[in-house]
């Protein structure tokens, strides 16, 4: 919303700096977004007289003025095609800054005459595109006056940030009501002279809309004949311009200006255009209409459309059709003066896809008295810019009933404001805003201004007063704490989440946030894509489905990395993965991925790919610091289909699957176009166990007093007998005596039989009670080999026995 | 008598310089069994004492021992410097070249918004506020209805938010458009005092410069019997001043509109400009950070929250904007990029968790 400060002024009678009235617009919430104020720029240039104007001595283009700037007479070498001796024009001296062209004057010498200054065109002061002639006065201008004020040009623009609720401030005065109740002066009482009309309007309204009667409760108008659309007055095509506005003709810019002045929005349709009524219907299928920014809309049965026998003439309260519009042959006019559902309208006009100042409005909430002082107002500046003459007023509908008061407990604005305010002053704040205060009882009835639908109970009147009182005048209160010290703020999630971060990035790998969101193609390779958590309205095609998985979101990242040149290294995110809508099916997981060598090339070791054990070791780590019993975990081979078959696992506490881990699927890879080896894991944060400690007391430590012994076993099984059941085996043979078990090689080759591997592991042995005699050893060794033979039938092979 | 015991000291002489004069282990081990050995010339001459007559026999074994002890000793010392002159010399020769990379295992780096997150968890949690989560794909609802947002509302059309495909003529589920459902599922959850934070992942459809389809935000809500606006400057000045680290932050609020708070505000906060871009803290200059307000009684209404008894506050903030603003990061898309160069310039170590204990500046 957009306003200058002598329109403010026309409903403001206010001294007020520019400074103070933007500074209190924004207290009161009527947000300033910028001011325009060209006053002190302006200011040098003054209304010069060419007391003569000759032809430049050396130059066919250039004229040589005589200029008249009110104290002196100056050179001045002008270009100009209508520089002329006796006119009128716009004169900078030396040292003026010209806006327009963003130079300093300096005397110069142009083909031997120097000038003294510059006769100026609209585009050079930037009031204008015009830069093929200077400006040209008329006779009465003031010589020496400064020229911008004498002619209404530099009038400083405001432009405000309007919220929602506020329909009332899309307009000058609304505007002029709040600054004047914040005390920025006093609202001036515009002029009310009803004009009667002579005759009756041979157009009359007709509202048909059945138990939509709702769209458009209450609408009025009245005939002009005989009137004059040539162009508007000066100062109203002024005002129109600084705020952006295009003037058109005058019955147009009438429309436009009491739009903003009055936050009324009225159209006018070229009555010799119109067959028979006007209507106010719901529109038909199949009708259309060529609206008046160019466009033809479709229409629907859910938007109000004004019509006459023949044809949809107006879309209710987003914009008129362009065959009834006016033009400056119009003699004879109907006004439209119509209050329409804001709902409806902000839903047609968003169908539409229609911007209009009327919708703006309407879809605000327009005063709904206006439809009668409306119509007063559009008809006396009719009359007053076009001449011709009024008919009698037609309407048809009701106006809507006024609002009801809202009680009010004076005392809530400390109580919920926080601020003591005079029980005096918050009446004379809503009375200033409009509002009707009955405040003999206790409990005020507070009835809102019609022109505030947005009241809706005793915190609304709570912030009237606030908002104008202002909200610095709010003291900062601390907030009592419940108890010595505060509660622990995260929750268990919350620190599993960021213990899993920090062992996560202890492995070297970095912490990334992505979208929740991947294609549809990419989340059905990772085992989603259901509709269901598809986007209705995604922003791209390969953003449109919710992730299955963090994986795929990790595999788009390591791809950019490596196109950007970026490998041997890895990143992780701890966030959400969803199975369906529901808030059940939204997991929290933590996924990492390695792409390119398990790390940097390095003189003291060898180069290695990243592999599943990397990825399972970023599981472990992940697991362990989330809580889970790594120990008691059992790795199994039946990782998801987007890894590699046989390079992938999943690490599980029975059914439940904690962690998945692997390479990423060939495929999957050449499809991202990587051509280096991707190792990834996925860890469910959800699946994990609580392990929390009930107490933190830890019991005594138990330490054998005993040294410990170590004997190596070569067992020789099958190749596809998981090293994980020898060492299972060996741990279970003996297990008040074995501590640990540890594979140390595993080796397949030639000297081996066919089909089969050698699998070697450490075994430490630790005594209890009393030191090991080596009959104990060697009964230890025997059960341990003969525990190998018989759940994982291993043959020993070789080592200490 | 005399000649045997001078001829141990000739003989203890002599062995004396051969220790000395053996230059290496093998040499020595020659010496030494020359001196102590079972066929050593001294060994001879102690079974000799056993011959001699009782009145010389004690003095000359007490010689000769004191003589083995001597040698003995002189073995040791000599043993002991030429094992150091080995070891000298090996280590003379050891020599690695130490500015070769050492086997590092450099940390990875920890995203700004984790990072912030933490720092805003651990200051609101120090005035009394717990993390509360919901759900990412929200209903209808949690999301509008119940906060008072009208279907006709700009906030509840396709143009800001993401929709899931409706299935089998299902109410069709958002996702959430701020952390504000959260307020709703609180309030939902059990009778006030409420005092949580809702710290999470929100979604607009909206994408340029300035936004990003997913963001993070971070709301809050404080329910009780006497809770005022005052408390909500109160909170939020505390807040915004502990986070920047900077007691000379003003904040100011202003009226605005939001319909699930009444009176409702937005934050400002002051910063000045400086060369390097802009600095939080006593400036001229106000900043638009967030906004909050009083819970609406329409929104107690809609949770079965008794309006007459129970009042109190909320706000919600972006939090890459705060991160943008304390740690200097221009752009919001980059946050989403994947970047290892930039996660490695505007990642945090991770090892330093943002506490009050150790402060909360990295």
Known sequence: ?801 | MSTFLSQADALEEALLAAVQAAANPDELEAVRIRALGRKSELNGMLRAVAALPGNERRAAGQHLNAVKERLASALRERQSSLEDATLEARLAAERADITLPSRRQPPGRGHPISRTLDEMTSILGELGFQVAEGPHIEDDFHNFTALNIPPEHPARQDVDTFYLRSVDGSERKVLRTHTSPVQIRALMAGEPPIRIIAPGRTFRCDRDATHAPMFHQIEGLAIDRDLTMGHLKGTIATFVRAFFGRDDVEVRFRPSYFPFTEPSAEVDISYRRTAGGLEIGAGGDWLEVMGCGMVHPRVLDNCGVDRNVWQGFAWGLGVERFAMLKYGIPDLRTFFESDVAWLRHYGFDMLARPNLLDGLDP
């Open chain 1, 1 to 801: 919303m957009k306003f200058t400060l002598s329109w403010l002024r026309e409903h403001l009678d206010t001294d007020a700096s520019v400074a103070d009235i933007a500074h209190r617009l924004t207290a009161i919430g009527l947000e300033i977004e910028a001011v325009e104020d060209r006053r002190e720029e302006l200011a040098p240039f003054v209304v010069g007289r060419v007391v003569e104007a000759r032809p430049h001595p050396n130059a066919d283009r250039l004229k040589v003025c005589t200029v008249d700037n009110g104290s002196t007479t100056l050179p001045v070498v002008c270009g100009a095609p209508n520089a002329r001796t006796g006119m009128k024009a716009v004169f900078a001296g030396i040292g003026t800054h010209i806006p327009g062209s963003g130079i300093t004057l300096a005397e110069k010498e142009i083909r031997g005459v120097t000038g003294q200054g510059m006769l100026c065109s609209a585009y050079e002061l930037g009031l204008g595109e015009d830069h093929d002639g200077i400006i040209e006065l008329p006779e009465d201008a003031p010589v020496g006056a400064a020229y911008a004020p004498w002619a209404g040009a530099d009038d400083p623009v405001f432009e405000i940030a309007l919220t929602p609720n506020r329909g009332d401030c899309a307009s000058v005065r609304g505007i002029a009501r709040d600054l004047a109740a914040a005390g920025v002066g006093t609202l001036r009482e515009p002029p009310f002279a009803p004009v009667s009309g002579t005759y009756a309007s041979p157009v009359a309204w007709t509202r048909t809309l059945g138990d939509r009667g709702d769209a458009c409760p209450l609408v009025a108008g009245r005939y002009f004949r005989n009137v004059t659309n040539s162009h508007s007055p000066d100062w109203m095509q002024r005002r129109l311009r600084a705020i952006g506005l295009r003037p058109i003709s005058a019955l147009v810019d009438i429309t436009n200006y009491v739009t903003i002045d009055r936050g009324r929005p009225l159209h006018v349709f070229d009555a010799d255009k119109v067959t028979g009524a006007l209507t106010m219907r719901m529109a038909r299928p199949g009708e259309s209409l060529a609206a008046l920014d160019g466009n033809t809309y479709s229409l629907d049965p859910d938007i109000t459309v004004i019509a006459d026998d023949d044809r949809v003439c107006a879309i209710g309260g987003i914009m008129g059709g362009e065959e009834t519009g006016c033009s400056e042959k119009t003699r004879n006019v109907f006004l439209e003066v119509a209050l329409f559902d804001p709902v409806r309208t902000a839903r047609s006009g968003r169908r539409l896809g229609i911007l209009s100042d009327a919708r703006y409005r309407f879809e605000r909430g327009v005063d709904p008295a206006s439809v009668d002082w409306g119509v007063h107002e559009a008809t006396r500046l009719i009359l007053e810019l076009c001449g011709g003459e009024a008919s009698e007023i037609v309407q048809a509908g009701a106006m809507p009933p006024p609002p009801a008061p809202v009680p009010f407990r004076p005392g809530r604005v400390m109580s919920l404001g926080g601020v003591e305010v005079a029980a005096e002053r918050q009446a004379a704040i809503l009375a200033g805003l409009g509002f009707g205060v009955e405040d003999s009882a206790p409990v005020w009835q507070v009835t809102p201004p019609v022109w505030r639908p947005d009241i809706d109970g005793e915190a609304d009147l709570v912030e009237e007063v606030l908002r104008i009182h202002g909200f610095d005048a709010i003291p900062e209160t601390p907030v009592e704490r419940a108890g010595v010290l505060p509660e622990r703020a995260a929750g268990p999630a919350v620190v599993q989440a960021a213990r899993v971060r920090a062992a996560l990035a202890a492995r070297g790998l970095h912490e990334t946030v992505t979208f929740s969101f991947v294609s549809a193609e990419l989340a059905r390779a990772f085992g989603g894509g259901d509709e269901a958590l598809q986007l209705a309205n995604p922003i791209s095609p390969e953003l449109d489905t919710m992730r299955p998985s963090i994986l795929p979101s990790l595999l788009g990242a390591a791809a950019a990395n490596v196109a950007r040149g970026v490998r041997d290294t890895g990143l992780f995110e701890v966030g959400a993965a969803y199975r369906d809508p529901s808030p059940d099916g939204e997991g929290r997981a933590a996924g990492c991925v390695r792409f390119g060598n398990a790390a940097p090339r390095h003189w003291a070791e060898a180069v290695r790919g990243a592999d599943l054990f990397d990825a399972k070791a970023d599981a472990e780590a992940a697991l362990a610091a989330a809580g889970a019993p790594v120990a008691r975990l059992q790795p199994r081979a039946e990782a998801p289909a987007w890894f590699h078959p046989g390079h992938s696992g999943v690490l599980a506490l029975g059914p439940k699957v904690l962690a998945v881990f692997g390479e990423l699927h060939p495929r999957l890879l050449r499809d991202a176009g990587l051509d280096l080896p991707v190792a990834a894991a996925e860890v469910f944060l959800d699946a994990v166990p609580d392990s929390r400690r009930k107490s933190g007391n830890r019991g005594a430590l138990d330490r054998s007093s005993l040294m410990p012994l170590t004997r190596d076993f070569a067992f020789l099984v099958e190749a596809a007998t998981p090293a994980a059941a020898v060492v299972r085996a060996a741990g279970r043979a003996v297990p008040k005596l074995v501590s640990r078990v540890d594979v140390f090689d595993v080796w397949e080759g030639e000297d081996l039989p066919g089909g089969m591997k050698s699998v070697a592991i450490e075994v430490v042995l630790q005594p209890q009670d009393q030191p090991l005699d080596d009959a104990a050893i060697q009964r230890a060794a025997d059960a341990i080999v003969a525990a190998v033979a018989k759940d994982a039938g291993g043959r020993l092979r070789g080592g200490h026995a």
